[in-house]
């Protein structure tokens, strides 16, 4: 069916970037676009915290993501990253001052205090923090008050959530560094598969969708357990693994339509950046749309875009109001144009905007 736009969420939009949306770029979608709460509800809530999946739940988002990294004694905890001291009170804490170091992370080197140096109860000692304070000051006011969460503990409140208010709830987590990983005796492919089947969720038609950045995990869970795949794609670089092993693709090839055809030989779907789909000139402006979308539903990928934010800055200069790039903009309009462009999915931080858009365009 042809998916039409409802006027409301076109009142602040700039019209004429949807309008010249080309119809050969256009999708066709029989369900609704699912809404994929971005480590939480994390523009209100500092991310990948219970709390800001509890909240992203109650605004109606279908599943949450929390980022998966390993403690010292193998346990998956979501953070964004394995370095935390931009996303804890680490720096803080005096007994943990020796545990600060410099590490190389997929070829960047990278000074701080890093989860597989703390067993799961130091890391249960630490209270987290906004990671963005100068954009997001109001959820400062929560700095201190909530605990790093394992990947157990978000699995039983996305369970609990749903049983009280009568739906599902899916997890969508995210294997990060999965070759460094691997590369230092931690790898994350075990112990996550070892968690979905302690709890049942094992098959397609589970609500659990796994991610990564990276290609050789991913086929590497594909044996191991037949839960649905989800291959991330950027707007530049490539998957380090590829790097590792010599292969010259990056994100890019991967994009294309061969590219998206190899995929499908062990995913089940796409996590693409937004400018994949829609690109944007040097101002920030919208580019015509690429035919991404089209490309890989006819290989069976559903595809998935990051990252949807309210916020001026992170929003095309065609949505935007005003000067200050921390002020909320037209985020309805972007919805609206990706939607129009037939988006299986979008990743939010502000999970209650996606949904109300996805009402009113399904409208």
Known sequence: M????????????????????????VAHRDEEPTVIAHRGASGYRPEHTIEAYRLAIASGADYIEPDLVSTKDGVLVARHENEISGTTDVSTKPEFASRKATKTIDGVSVTGWFTEDFTLAELKTLRAKERLPQVRPTNTVFDGRFEVPTFQEVIDLARTEGRKLGRTIGVYPETKHPTYFQNIGLPLEEPLVRVLKRNKLTGKKDPVIVQSFETANLRKLDKLIDVKLAQLLSSSGAPYDLVVAGDPRTYADLAKADGLKWISRYADGVGVEKNLVVPRDASGKLLAPTTLIRDAHRH????????????????????????????RGDVYAEYALFFRLGIDGVFSDHPDTAVAARLGFSR
């Open 2 to 25: 042809r998916i039409k736009l409802p006027v409301w969420v076109l009142a602040g939009a700039t019209l004429a970037a949807i309008a010249a949306v080309p119809s050969g770029a």
């Open 300 to 327: 069976g990928l559903i595809v998935h875009a990051w990252t949807f934010r309210a916020e001026n800055q992170f929003l095309p200069a065609d949505f935007r109001i005003g000067t200050d790039p921390n002020a």
